[in-house]
Nanobody, 123 residues
Framework: QVQLVESGGGLVQAGDSLTLSCAAS????????MGWFRQAPGKERDFVVG????????YYAGSVKGRFTISRVNAKNTVYLHMNSLKPEDTALYYC????????????????WGQGTQVTVSS
């Protein structure tokens, strides 16, 4: 079973950029589709973006499309979330997730979650 550890969160101002990282261990990273989700205070956890095992076909939520970019480096067992033009409504706890099925990622039902990293965007 793969384990996931997110990093890179912090406090930024609106319009700034931030890159989150998710390091995987304990499994064959290239066997997993990956995704990022987020949960704002008092709200449910939402899908942000998913990426296939090979890095093809990223799928973005409409609220972040054009501003966020997902990438993965299988040789480093790491997936990244590059966030540009951040808005206060992007404030949330960001979770990395993994599953052998890309469908499970897109459906919001991955088998493995990280512990989350906080992103706070001030106006």
């Amino acid at each position: 079973q793969v384990q996931l550890v997110e990093s890179g969160g912090g406090l930024v101002q609106a319009g700034d950029s931030l890159t989150l990282s998710c390091a995987a261990s304990g499994g064959t990273f290239s066997s997993y589709a990956m995704g990022w989700f987020r949960q704002a205070p008092g709200k449910e956890r939402d899908f942000v973006v998913g990426i296939s095992r090979s890095g093809d076909n990223p799928y973005y939520a409409g609220s972040v499309k054009g501003r966020f970019t997902i990438s993965r480096v299988n040789a480093k067992n790491t997936v990244y979330l590059h966030m540009n033009s951040l808005k206060p409504e992007d404030t949330a706890l960001y979770y990395c997730a993994a599953d052998t099925s890309y469908v499970a990622i897109a459906a919001g039902a991955p088998s493995t979650w990280g512990q989350g990293t906080q992103v706070t965007v001030s106006s």
